[in-house]
């Protein structure tokens, strides 16, 4: 089956086929990100995405520890970019500094891998 057999099969699908589409793709989707972040070490380069904050999506950087945190594997992170006014309600008792900022209890799973 292809990609096109796939749009053609949708595109003449009722909306409860649709509704069953849509529930298998989000499970789907829970299956891929459990994947990929049992895959995350200590070192690998990552993105932030999937969180709220929104204003930390799309932050990179690398993964220093990952622990559990009730039941969650979770990561703290230092980030690329240096502490700033973009990032100082991230962490408003650190001091600015050339250090990096590192942000803590980043579920594994709002961490994608990036080829850096």
Avoid: W
Avoid at 44 to 49: A, N, S
Wanted: aromatic share 4%; glycine share 4%; with cysteine.
């Amino acid at each position: 089956m292809t990609v096109t057999d796939v749009m053609t099969f949708v595109s003449q699908a009722d909306e409860d086929t649709l509704d069953q589409l849509v529930l298998a793709i989000e499970q789907r989707r829970e299956v891929v990100k459990a994947i990929a972040a049992a895959a995350l070490k200590e070192g690998d380069v990552v993105e932030i995405h999937s969180i709220k904050p929104a204003y930390f999506k799309g932050m990179r950087g690398r993964i220093v520890t990952i622990e559990t945190i009730r039941r969650t594997r979770c990561a703290r992170v230092a980030l690329d970019n240096l502490y700033d006014r973009s990032t100082v309600r991230a962490k408003k008792r650190q001091n600015p500094t050339d250090e990096p900022l590192t942000l803590d209890g980043i579920p594994l799973v709002c961490l994608r891998k990036t080829g850096d």
